[in-house]
């Protein structure tokens, strides 16, 4: 695709290409993501940050991104605007915010109200998050994260042996995530969930379509023992019919540090697109894992830092202008690598 | 009025020569507003926009408008602050807030409020509404698109035609316009309301006092035929007696493309003080304007933001300095203009 | 301390030589702090202002501060995020944030919250407030102004005369204060409150320790006549167990100008960690005091603003940079000193 200009709504709009291009530009943003060096090159640019659902995490990661790249930021959390309930469209809403910014991202509850308000808007627009359909800053952070891990390892996206765990009926991480997976080759999907959770028939047939081997379980020993990543995703209790199933699929699929070192692989890592919970027995993740140099999960969120710089970059068009605009980082920056 | 260093209160402060000059101001920042240059002048100061009232698009306007002159915002979106429900006066809210930024936009639930807190403010403050009250900055971007408006079309605000319709009596927006163009010469007004929604007496005398002709109606089609605006403002059901009589003026004062082309001169302009309702049975205008060329009501949002520069340029005496901080647009701006 | 790169949780990690090197550097900083100059140390850098209990005053001083240095602030204003209410842990929390910024000042509602975060943390943290913990940038502040005030009439800390009048238990403002104040030599502190609201023996026991001098009270007028600061606070009706008590007790302990004058030496400093209450009757301080050059109650915010300007320069060690990265103000400022 043309970044220039263009929204960034579903990954359905990329290519194999498009996601090398977004990777090669993160790539080359790292060094301003971890305070090695810093840019000024969208100094006067704004981004609207427009949340019309809270979400600190992801609103605050795209604001530091572009505040990374040298740009200012002007946002809202929630629906505060009084306007939208007194019943103005999202036409509208869009027409006029999206003159006050060289750019957006948004988050809305509503699936399609992104496209929706991007079809409206006079810059370009970035998905991030609407209802259960789309968040594809956050696919684009995970298999990056999948690219950069296994590269340490000597292995590569294709060819990937991936296990997700959880809930993957209703979790558009894991959707997304596969869908972009189909645009590379042989991998070997392994999907553990209840049977209540499992993926969408649609998705695994996308997966095969693609050539690659699915194996769907409900167990997560067996099912981790030979691949090179562990997604994990939550399990929410109110999506079974009974508080006893619910507890039951809980202690089935929680990893720990005791269940990874007898089942796992060395070097197998660890993802999940969190939060995870912490609440005693309702943990997929063991704090004892928190040690283990291979769960990613912070590195994960730092590289939606890099990645979302990355398709701001693309987006605005001044990749080739990054370097030109830099100087050094003159304050402390010591204990900031994850 | 000199402007460096004044609050903006209230329209009633603007003589003749005070709107030009904003709105001459206002012209020599579009450039800057559209993206097409930028600026640093203001790189260092900071805009505290104390919106304790949510109003999305006013306050982003207010902090984009800042930003787009190389300012810094710190802002607030609502009585979040426990010293207010504590007790505390608007007195000491000012001495402490004002010693925090270079200029405050402030935007507060009730009349008198904002000049109350500029009056113990150490730093300029822009009223940003105040229940009721005034918003003044509304008033001069209603002005100023009028102005640009008329002037692609061989007019100007002296012997303007302007037809108002709607909610007269409860409207702020069209008092406060009404009482700039107390200011200018030979204007003809149609005022076009239900009876008990009309404009306010006082403002009819001052309109025939600065020697505008003003009719009355409650009847939309003949109000429109010959007028350069019509204004078409927001009428709330909860103003009427009965239901039945509120869905009775709403269906004699919607505006929709075949009335418009059957009634109005040519390339009359649709302005709104938005939001406009998109619900079904309470538009005010309809979705079928979208298309037409005449309807300003999306530039009147972006002349906002030009007026809300101009406004931060005279009261904190940058004018003059503008170009010399000027520099190009160096990222993507293609599909900006409106 | 060494402060690059440190966490600032509590007064209790300072030493004498350390508040006076804070205090050494906000008198460097407070040309730039009141617009006499502006400087551009920190651009680019970024602070996380995590307010996950709402704090316009306290949020707004840290993120001007930060702005005066040049650097950009992304915050969030409550616990508007859902993964909070879903159970994630701090731990998980700080991990993640602490990716998107450089340093980060944070308020939570539970005390040691903010020493667990930052314990997790992978920048440094600035305690904004932990419930009725700490609130260290305060206590700094309130010595610091304390400091000034005293220098301008010949007087220091060292053998300082103070009088703190209010709720001694529970203000966690005046507990730090006292730890401060004991790491100076020969204060007279005189304490002042309902029986009910005394200050904790243990701090009086530090007090003492230290060699100060302490009498307790809880009469006004007589604690008053000898003292160079009155340091007062609010006394929360919620405290009593009556409403005739607290109405008692606040009819005692308001200072109004007639007190003052009948009671204070000339020149005796007011202090207050505001908010102070605007309602009748339940006024610590009258409004009749607010001509009173004595008043200090706007020149402590004034200076919260300088030593969180020195506490986020120390901590990411740009203090020697800050001149050479000065200019002039370019922009009206006129009317700002208070």
Not at 160 to 166: H, K, N, T
Request: charged share 25%; hydrophobic share 40%.
């Amino acid at each position: 695709m043309e970044f220039a200009g263009s929204h960034m709504l579903s990954v359905d709009q990329l290519e194999r290409g498009d996601v090398e291009r977004i990777f090669a530009v993160a790539d080359r943003l790292e060094p301003y993501a971890r305070r090695r060096r810093r840019t000024r090159v969208l100094e006067g640019a704004i981004l609207g940050a427009m949340f019309f659902e809270p979400s600190t995490r992801t609103r605050v990661s795209f604001g530091s991104a572009f505040n990374l790249l040298g740009g200012e930021v002007r946002e809202t959390t929630g629906f505060e605007q009084s306007a939208i309930a007194k019943g103005e469209s999202l036409y509208d809403t869009a027409r006029v915010l999206s003159g006050y910014s060289d750019v957006i991202a948004m988050r809305h509850p509503t699936a399609g109200a992104v496209a929706e308000f991007a079809a409206a808007s006079r810059v370009p627009v970035i998905n991030g998050g609407d209802g259960s359909n789309e968040h594809p800053s956050q696919a684009l952070l995970d298999l990056y994260t999948i690219g950069r891990e296994l590269a340490g390892r000597g292995r590569s996206i294709d060819r990937l042996r991936i296990a997700m765990v959880g809930d993957l009926r209703y979790g558009r991480t894991v959707h997304s995530l596969c869908k972009l997976l189909c645009l590379f080759d042989r991998v070997q999907v392994v999907l553990v969930s209840p049977s209540e959770l499992r993926m969408p028939e649609a998705i695994v047939e996308d997966l095969r379509a693609a050539g690659h081997e699915v194996v769907e379980s409900d167990a997560l020993e067996a099912s981790i023992a030979h691949v090179d990543i562990v997604y994990s995703t939550r399990i929410q209790e109110e999506r079974f019919q009974s508080q006893a199933e619910a507890d039951l699929y809980r202690g089935r699929f929680r990893l720990n540090q005791s269940i990874y070192t007898r089942h796992c692989e060395p070097n197998t890592v660890i993802m999940h697109p969190l939060p995870r919970d912490s609440r005693d027995n309702a943990r997929e993740l063991d704090d004892d894992l928190n040690d283990n140099p291979n769960l990613a999960i912070f590195r994960q969120t730092d590289n939606g830092l890099t990645v979302r710089m990355a398709l701001f970059a693309l987006i605005l068009d001044v990749v080739d202008q990054v370097e030109e605009h830099a100087t050094t980082v003159n304050w402390y920056v010591g204990g900031r690598t994850s």
